[in-house]
Nanobody
């Protein structure tokens, strides 16, 4: 079992920034850690992911150039720095871990999920 806790969500105006954190009870060397979001009435979509072993990353086109995923293995924490936020980024953001051993932002490939943190972008 892996327990995940997200934090850092909040309310921000368009163009603003937020940094989300995901702290895990453990990050095994072969985990992939992903960030996902779900807006009301929409399916959960992948945002970004990072490999716990080599730090390689992947981003959805909708956030490329604006969001940055990073990790601190010593703290068992993965971050999602979100810059130039847009109203369409409004959603509940979740982190998750999977043992697929490769980069993927397909939700069904992930095994453990956090409870989510709300991000609202509005003027």
């Amino acid at each position: 079992q892996v327990q995940l806790v997200e934090s850092g969500g909040g309310f921000v105006q368009p163009g603003g920034s937020l940094r989300l954190s995901c702290t895990a009870s453990t990050f095994a060397l072969d985990y992939t850690i992903g960030w996902f979001r779900q807006a009301p009435g929409k399916e959960r979509e992948g945002v970004s992911c990072i490999s716990s072993s080599d730090g390689s990353t992947y981003y959805a086109n909708s956030v490329k150039g604006r969001f940055t995923i990073s990790k601190d293995n010593a703290k068992n924490t993965v971050y999602l720095q979100m810059n130039n936020l847009k109203p369409e980024d409004t959603a509940v953001y979740y982190c998750a871990t999977g043992l697929m051993g490769r980069l993927s932002i397909r939700p069904r490939e992930y095994d453990y999920w956090g409870q989510g943190t709300q991000v609202t972008v509005s003027s």
